[in-house]
């Protein structure tokens, strides 16, 4: 009898941790991040996301000075938005870049460790080698060299943005 209240009261207690943790995930309407990015040269960084990165220009909008100004995201600039992401479906992350022109400048670092913030991205591909060659024909460094091969054997490279955001990718070779 003891066995049997321990295995109800287990699945009892499975059922309700589980229902919590549904109620949690229900907060949030989509999965998929959408990040903004303030970048020197919006039209580089567009190039060099979807030319060497390989994603895909989605959309874009803008935002007006005034509403700039009452949603606190700005004090005097618009923003004009563009939207990539790395497939075109309705659940991918969104990376949202904008500029402001020279009015936003962030020294580039050398690695990760040199300033606090969001330093890097990791993107997954199926395939590592089309990436290495559109980076090595559009002149873009790979910070790592040749490809690393990580513990599970998957391959990894770095390199960083135009603003200097560093890009893990990882994938079969």
Not at 122 to 148: D, M, Y
């Amino acid at each position: 009898m003891k066995n049997l209240t321990a295995v109800v009261l287990f699945i009892f207690l499975s059922i309700l941790g589980s229902n919590q943790k549904i109620l949690a995930q229900s907060d949030f309407s989509n999965p998929a991040i959408s990040v903004g990015v303030v970048v020197e040269d919006l039209e580089k960084s567009i190039d060099f996301y979807t030319q060497v990165i390989g994603m895909t220009k989605t959309g874009e909008f803008s935002v007006p000075v005034e509403k700039c100004k009452e949603l606190g995201l700005t004090d005097s600039y618009q923003l004009d938005v563009t939207i990539l992401k790395l497939e075109n479906s309705d659940r991918a992350s969104e990376w949202k870049l904008m500029s402001l022109g020279t009015k936003a400048k962030h020294p580039k670092q050398k690695y990760m460790s040199d300033d606090t913030g969001m330093q890097y991205i990791t993107i997954f591909v199926n395939h590592l080698l089309p990436v290495i060659k559109r980076a090595e024909n559009h002149g873009i460094k790979i910070l790592s060299g040749k490809p690393s091969t990580l513990d599970d054997g998957r391959k990894f490279i770095l390199v960083q943005d135009p603003d200097g955001t560093f890009i893990e990718i990882i994938g079969p070779e």
